[in-house]
């Protein structure tokens, strides 16, 4: 019993000392200085005096053989019903290991108590030696003192007090006895923490933080949000925002005004603030929107939906495709070179004869001029009586012959230009109407009458007149000059009609109207006819009488087209806008769909010889285009656009009718509806 | 048997989505729960590739989230927190109600806390994603930090929020990462550069807050302070680490007063002394800073890049140590903690008046101080053997990466332009306009000194013409007929005479505008598919380029004025 005594006063010693050491470490003061609680050393009140056993904490479990916490890692409890910590056990080895390493390992003894090791000090060293030698532990103990009777045993004869102690005073109370219970079963049962339980989780909360992540890159494998869209950061800011911008950053009235206009839209603004500038920092105010800016910024980040969009980073001009540089495809027009002036009235058409040395025009003025290419002068004007829709010169060159649509009649007229043997030549082969015995039927002849002109109609240089039953809008050649094929959109079924000049007769191709047709063409070198009804390009095959190919336009209402020389390309102009090219060995869609003209298209037209083609337009524009068409089946045309010229003037909303080349020159000719032909050279 | 018909929307796109409302069914919180859920968990609506179908036909927009993302939060153990404080609060407005103080004190201090430790690993996997997304987090939380306390939102938040904000300030300057800073009218923005990712942040000028006039929800930006705070404390926490620092900071002594040595050892004391942001940090070990050197590559095809990277390379360490050796003294007007924030990155000592606020290293007699920072037109008591120079100096230097001249600083005098360093350096001058304050910061060899106004004003000119080129050249097609006219009047009077031949030369404005007509035409060759997006894109360039002529024009007007305001004097 003696030696637990001593050995817990020693045990109490040992603490003091290492206080004292630990004291003496955190007086540093700049551990202090950051560390704000931690390393407070618990004091310890008993320095002084000896302690009382009631008062040892570290032994809670009462006079009980230690082995009965063998299986715990604990021994009894503290004051706040926390668990206390057994001392790590050691093995031998350890034990070993220890011995030889620490020089203090003769003075450690365990305290079976608690469990843990304990380092006695040179006093209690000296003390232990003193008790082993049977003497007085204490060494400043006076053996031999005077005696001092501290208690007396006289009895005194009188009590101090009149009446006995209360029995309560040596009663327990029960109240106070029920309220412990009550607090110690809810302390049992966790439904409240002692106050240092608190203290402990606040001093907690204050370092919560710690390595959270152990590497920089390395992610640990957990489920994480599927398919996670970062939120994009905030513009940065610009010159504008700055408290101090150039001065042309600073609104005007006019932008102000502006500014505040869209308060309603706020985001089509320029700049979401005012830009401000101030003379010196110390002037700038706080920014009144902060607060909301950054609410407005939190509300995004949670309830803006994310998606992913791809943005583009080309530049626009790398969608244009790399065409050839015209320099490199020249020869084409260049420019203005002649302008022919006569006609009182829009110019609907023109043609050029076979050599190119002649034009002839037609108009609402229901003329015809014959110009010579090269001067520019009216060589005839032939009157007829009805607006001049269409005009053809016989592509065969012994022929001198101009078909030209007026109303509802269509003239062959002989305009008496150029060579003279062919002129005569021209004459005597259409004086007699060659006889034949085909009865012309019905159909036909209800459709188109062939009459022979007076006399002042053949000195005019009319050689046949045709009256059709509807007003003829379009007339054609054949390539060899000997048939010819007439349009009268509004004739229903008869609406085509192909007439030999030869036998001066004429025969309806058709039986059954295909629609509206607006123009129809030979093929240059096969028995083909292109019929171009509202919205489709039919390919008949006159000698087999079949259909051969329907072509699709995707537009609206086609206005024109025309062949190339090779028979294998086809060009359709659309009143809704669009310059349309087909390439018939591909497919029956457009090869491609050129959309030069703001308006509507009036006129295409092919270079015989050069790969040029033109077409013009109601915006007054007439754009010549490169269209080159290789023999190589396998290359596609190459289409580039090469001039554009916008000469013409604008007449009642019509700006050009129509366009036409010269049949050895890179010349184009263009008839305006203000009554003006022109002519561009190269 | 016929096969069972499929329902519609059971699959694909109509089952890959669920509004709002939806979500709120399947997860049984209320909506003001839900909305926190997600802030804290990072949830966000999604934008369907096809909403009509996404919103399984119904018209109107809704708020979608993908399926798997509700899904997510459903297993998180966040929402048994959330339904506990809901019975917490419940009982809390019970007590209060019947007015049991005690027994409500009592449940008050069991007050349930989230803890969203694990769910800051799980938005952001890495140390980099945190850092990455940290430029909102600092935002709000130093714009929390200048906060009142608020209704219904703990006041520790706000004490925090400052704290981790200080912190993270004295780990930008031992790390020496700030790159660029700004003032704004809104307010300063730093830029620091952390393991290679950019942070971008603002600080609002002083008396931020103002009371909002109920179209903002403190609470809402509360949610997210409080997922912010424990984001940036685990960022601030790697940082110091990563520094040698102690996390919870510690002032190291040596750099300490002697004279304050007794006041030290008080708690609040030393968190204001932290705040001050002038003392260094104790390190946890010395470590020797490792100079980064780029590698040198022989002989490359990218050298102009390397040569780029080299030049980068060489400001940031031009900055880091702008301001070494310098001493700078404070005038109590200029923002304090901004200030001392910069400098200190960039390696000065400063120092202000006492009684201004504690941390003060030296006084204002101190010879040795090199700058004064002063806000004010006039100081009666002046040192020569200092510079006297207004704030906006210090913020232009670190821009530039280089001490610019003090004297367009001076006190009193008109400050030049304070230019952004946030715009795109390579920009189109033609898409963007560049004031010619900043193109003489970029190249000082490009305009002299003296007369670059004019300069500009005159390549101005040449602009203005060529916008403005077709009137101009017909006038002068006009005038040209008229000097031919003159020339046929003259042949005639002179006698015929064999004049020298002159060479022909090309008009550029001519090849100009038929390179450009050239261009109109091969324009219309787009193709059908790219038709619309190639015309708003040219929409937006002539947008641009007017911007840019207008603030041209304002420039070329303004510079004027001020031209015939100096003649006139």
New interface residues.
Partial sequence: MLTRKIKRKLSNYGETVQNEDANSDSSD?????????EDEAPVNEYVDHDTSDEEDIRNTIGNVPMNWYDEYKHIGYDWDGEQIEKGATRDQLDAFLQRIEDPEFWRTVKDPQTGRDVVLSDDDVNLIKRINAQRVPDEGFDEYAPWIEWFTGEVMKMPLRKFPEHKRSFLPSKNEAKQVSKLVHALKMGW??SNSY?KKLKAKK????????Q??????R??????H???P??F????A?????????LF?ERELEQWNKQKETPWKR?LH?I??KY????E?????R??????L???D???????IKLK?TIE?EA???K?P??KNLQPFPTFLAIEYKGHDDMIRCIDTDKTGQYLVSGSDDSTIKIWEVNTGRCLKTVETEDVVRSVKWCPNSALSLILIASGNKVILLNPNVGDFLINSKTDSVLRDSPKSDTVISERVRTTVQWQEPSDAEYIKGYRAVLVHFKEVTHVTWHGKGDYFAVVMPDGQNRSVLIGQVSKRRSQLPFTRPKGLVQSVIFHPSKPYLFVATQRHVRVYDLMEQTLVKKLVSNSQWIATMDVHPGGDNLLVGTYDRKVLWFDLDLSTKPYQ????HGTAVRGVCYHKRYPLFASCSDDKSL?VSHGMVYNDLMQNPL??????FEDHKKTNDFGLFNVCFHPLQPWVFSAGADGTIKLYCN | MVAKRKKKFTSGEGARYITRRGALKKLQLSLKDFRRLCILKGIYPREPRNRNKAQKGRSGIKTLYHMKDILFLMQEPIIWKLRDMKVFFRKVQRSRTIKEYGEMHKLLRKHPTLKLDNIVKERYPTYIDALRDLDDCLTLCFLFSTFPTLEHIGRDLFTLCRRLTVEFMHAVIHAKALRKVFISIKGYYYQVEIKGVTITWIVPHQFSYQPQRGDVDFKIMSTFVEFYVIMLGFVNYRLYHSLNLFYPPKLSTENLPINDKSLVDKQALASERIAALNLSLNKTSEAVDEEVQLDEFPENSTSEHMEEAKKEAEKIKKVKTLFQGLKFFLNREVPRESLVFIIRCCGGDVSWDKTLFVGSTFDEDDETITHQIADRPIIDKQYISRYYVQPQWVFDCINASELLPVNKYFIGEILPPHLSPFVDKDRDSYQQYIPPEEVKLRDPSSVPEEDDSEDELQINDVETKNESGSEENESDDDTEKMDEEENVKEIQTKKLVVKPGTVEKEDPWQKHRLEKQEYRLREKMVKNKHRRLYRSMMEGKKKRSKEVWLLKKKRRVLDEEVKTAKRTK
């Fill in positions: 003061l700049t551990d202090k200085l950051g560390t704000n609680d409240i923490k608190y204050k370092d919560r933080f710690y390595m959270l992540w590497s920089d890159t390395d992610a640990e957990m489920r994480r949000v599927h398919d869209i970062p939120a950061k905030r940065l800011p610009g010159h925002e700055s408290y101090n911008p150039p001065s042309e950053y005007d320029k603030f830009p401000e003379k010196t920092l110390r700038v105010p706080a920014y009144p902060f607060i909301k800016e950054r609410f910024r939190c509300m980040l949670y309830l803006c939906p994310r998606g583009l626009p969608l244009v495709p065409l540089s015209p769909t050129l959309r030069l754009i289409i580039v656009p090469l001039k554009r």
